[in-house]
């Protein structure tokens, strides 16, 4: 499977997209972290993490390449609605977004996610809270004006359409396939064999992937990888399934070294540059 192509020697880092990572709250700086990071090795030119103001501090420790754009918070460790238009004119400069790592479902939170939803002009890589804070609203991913790609865990995807996870896990193919069409989206219906389906009809199953990627803050790192590969130009589902297909790889690459029990998002992070160097 060959997913990257050569760089040209004339080359230089706007030429490979820059992604907005928006994540994070109080004692969820680290979904942040391995979204923003991932979408970086992933081979984004630049990315960019919105942070709220007060985790600033520890976000600017823990990045080096990544850069910060810290938004007023209040003190409160989350998101407010109110800076959805700081938000917005910052990303008219960037090529892809992601919303969700570990955001919290705060009301304000909440509000700015369907803010951001309907008026970001921009392609999104919804995952995590992001999801979970439009499940009583799920009709907004249709008035939004760029591409959504939407990346649940089963218990994501059952609170999303009101379902057990049980008939979530007895469907997955038939159900992640509905609701492409019905939003008008791309799902990444993660687990086993992950379901990756388009709006108009296109399924992909992977096959990479082993049990030890049933970890905290594995999910973080793919909404990272499908959003750096959309701003680098790949369409919706096509930077879905190879993200995903290249996630895994990262994941399995890591088990060798690793074993599955030991695994931690952390290790399949810094195999992303050998699965890359693989394709």
């Known amino acids: 499977m060959k997913i990257f192509k050569k760089r040209k020697p004339n080359t230089h880092k706007g030429d490979y997209g820059h992604v907005l990572v928006i ?8 979904a942040a972290y391995l979204a923003s990071e991932a979408a970086l090795l992933a081979g984004s030119g ?20 990544v850069m910060t754009f810290p938004v ?24 892809a977004v992601a919303i969700g790592p570990g955001l919290s479902q ?7 996610v369907k803010k951001l939803i309907r008026g970001l002009d921009k392609p999104i890589v919804l995952d ?9 609203k799920v009709e907004i991913l249709k008035k939004a004006k760029g591409s959504i790609v939407i990346t649940p865990h089963p218990g994501e995807m059952a609170r999303l ?5 049980k008939h979530i896990q007895a469907n997955r193919k038939k159900l992640a396939k509905d609701v492409a069409k019905k939003y008008g989206v791309t799902v990444v219906l993660k687990g086993m064999k992950t379901v990756v389906a388009s709006p108009n009809g296109r399924i992909y199953i992977n096959k990479t992937g082993n049990p030890g990627m049933a970890s905290g803050g594995i999910g ?3 909404t990272g990888m499908i959003a750096s590969l959309i701003g680098q130009g790949f369409a919706p589902f096509e930077a879905a399934k190879d993200s995903v ?11 060798k070294e690793k074993g599955e029990v030991s695994l931690r998002a952390q290790d399949v992070l810094n195999n992303i540059p050998k699965a890359v160097k693989l394709l």
């Open 161 to 165: 359409i009101n379902k057990e996870i």
């Open 46 to 65: 630049l990315v960019t993490c919105a942070i709220p103001k007060s985790l600033n501090d520890i976000m600017a420790k823990k990045f080096t390449e």
């Open 23 to 30: 994540a994070g709250s109080i004692g969820f700086t680290g």
């Open 245 to 255: 297909y290249l996630h895994g790889l990262a994941g399995d690459i890591a088990a």
């Open 106 to 112: 705060v009301d304000d939170v909440k509000k700015l």
């Open 128 to 136: 995590a809270d992001g999801i979970n804070c439009i499940k009583d």
């Open 220 to 222: 973080d790192i793919l």
């Open 72 to 95: 007023e918070d209040k003190g409160k460790g989350h998101f407010l609605t109110s800076t959805f238009p700081k938000i917005k004119k910052f990303s008219e400069k960037v090529d």
